[in-house]
């Protein structure tokens, strides 16, 4: 419970109609897509930047942790507060879009905007924001940022930190600091822009955000071509790649996804498929969008694709599109209980790395469905398992673990979008060594000497 002097202090600060630490909202702000619980004392809605800044300046006095929030749609638990205290969100008033500068190209926005509602917007003007998180329909551009969101078309447009050009932010202690400027270039001191990207709420608390976007194309198709096997369909991710194809999405269902799929929502797709590809190509002239599709369909079919549809209508692209925005959901008759991890390889380790980690599913006897972007070698590995059974859940987490090792071991990493919050905390001494590990708690110490922002996240 939050002490009555404190509340009081929060009250003055943000005003009694934006503090509660009713029961109602204890538990609305204590889960994610984790589904992992944990309460907070109260959770305050500020009006604007000032706000935050005197609720950091007072919770640094008093010894108050903070966890920042936008939707609550991670996948990691780094929007949990694990450690009770306040949780900061943003929906209720930070959600404004500041301005669209259609000369420079370029978006100022405050945390709690949701995704999906900039690229309705900027794109009525002629323009594009690309990243499209699969949460992009209520995901927060504030959430996106701190966790470095990916999504579909990052093959061809890159991630989130690729479109952050400026932040507005507090520190700790309450200070207001400017990371980056509206310019395309700038190599003016130390790139605190980048730092903040991906630091899940643990350094500053992200306030305004200056994004980049880029014109609109004017025409698109998509596309699925249907595999053997996994491994023809990886080998033809990086050689179609190598031979000049640039599909805004390359993504990729195994044939146990395809399985759950025709199981669970009676898509037809092929019955002997080893493993689909579906995407996207686009751009500004036809003949750019039918070379792209005509380069990916040569080098497909001399990697073993037997079947190659094309769609360019909207309604054609929607059905080539509806088995692979519905599959996670799908894999769940494989066990009631899925360990989701987004790990991510160099595209050229893909069908050494799918490879090793069905071996890891069938030594544990587990089924391991896996999909995901392997246009940029990320995939999301599923291992199912009976949530009702401890040693299950034992030997499920085992198994992950030597997933993670196998992927590092090939030059990968253990998320490529999803980030490390909680879930993935345990494992970060896999990834990097002592003399990392000992640099990245120096930031943290620099940034938030009394480690309230969002601490145990990322293991910091």
Request: charged share 25%; with cysteine.
């Amino acid at each position: 419970m939050l002490d009555k002097k404190y509340f009081k202090a929060f009250q003055n600060i943000v005003g009694k109609e934006n503090i509660f630490d009713d029961k109602a909202h204890m538990i609305a702000y204590s889960y994610d897509a984790t589904r992992e619980r944990y309460e907070p004392d109260a959770v305050l809605f500020p009006k604007d930047e000032f706000d935050v800044s005197n609720i950091l300046k007072y919770c640094n006095e008093n010894q108050i942790v903070i966890t920042p929030r936008g939707a609550g749609s991670g996948f990691t638990g780094g929007a949990l507060p694990a450690n009770g205290g306040i949780v900061l969100a943003f929906e209720k008033h930070m959600n404004k879009i500041l301005e669209i500068d259609t000369k420079n190209m370029l978006a100022i926005v405050q945390p709690g905007v949701v995704n999906m509602d900039l690229q309705r917007h900027v794109e009525e003007l002629g323009l594009f924001y690309p990243p499209d998180p699969a949460s992009e329909q209520y995901s927060t551009l504030g959430g996106n940022v701190s966790e470095n969101a990916g999504g579909m078309r990052a093959a061809k447009y890159g991630i989130t930190k690729d479109y952050v050009m400026a932040l507005r932010a507090v520190l700790a202690n309450g200070d207001v600091i400017r990371a980056g400027k509206r310019t395309i270039k700038d190599v003016a001191g130390y790139n605190v822009a980048g730092i903040l990207t991906a630091s899940e709420g643990t350094l500053a608390v992200i306030t305004e955000i200056t994004l980049k976007l880029l014109p609109k194309p004017k025409y698109a198709s998509s596309y699925m071509a249907v595999f053997p096997s996994v491994e023809h369909a990886m080998n033809a991710v990086f050689k179609s790649l190598s031979a000049g194809a640039n599909p805004v999405a390359m993504e990729f269902i195994d044939a146990l996804s395809v399985r759950a799929i025709k199981e669970k929502l009676g898509v037809e797709l092929p019955e002997d498929a080893g493993a689909l590809l579906i995407g996207d190509v686009d751009g500004n002239v036809k003949e750019e969008v039918a070379f792209q599709i005509e380069t990916l369909q040569k080098s497909f079919e001399e990697n073993g694709c037997y079947t190659f549809d094309v769609a360019q209508e909207k309604e054609k692209r929607e059905k080539i599109w509806y088995a692979r925005r519905n599959v996670s959901q799908c894999v769940t008759v494989y066990g009631s209980k899925k360990l989701n991890e987004d790990i991510s390889v160099p595209r050229s380790k893909l069908p050494e790395a799918l490879n090793k980690i069905y071996k890891v599913g069938e030594k544990y006897g587990f089924n391991v469905p896996c999909f995901g972007h392997a246009g940029d070698g990320n995939i999301h590995v599923n291992v199912m398992v009976d949530g009702s059974n401890p040693k299950q859940l034992e030997n499920g987490h085992k198994a992950i673990e030597e997933v993670f090792q196998l992927v590092v071991d090939m030059g990968g990493t253990l998320s490529g979008e999803h980030g490390i919050g909680l879930s993935k905390a345990p494992f970060m001494e896999i990834a990097f060594n002592k003399a990392e590990l000992t640099l990245f708690k120096s930031l943290k110490k620099a940034f938030d000497p009394n480690n309230i922002l969002n601490p145990g996240k990322m293991g910091l």
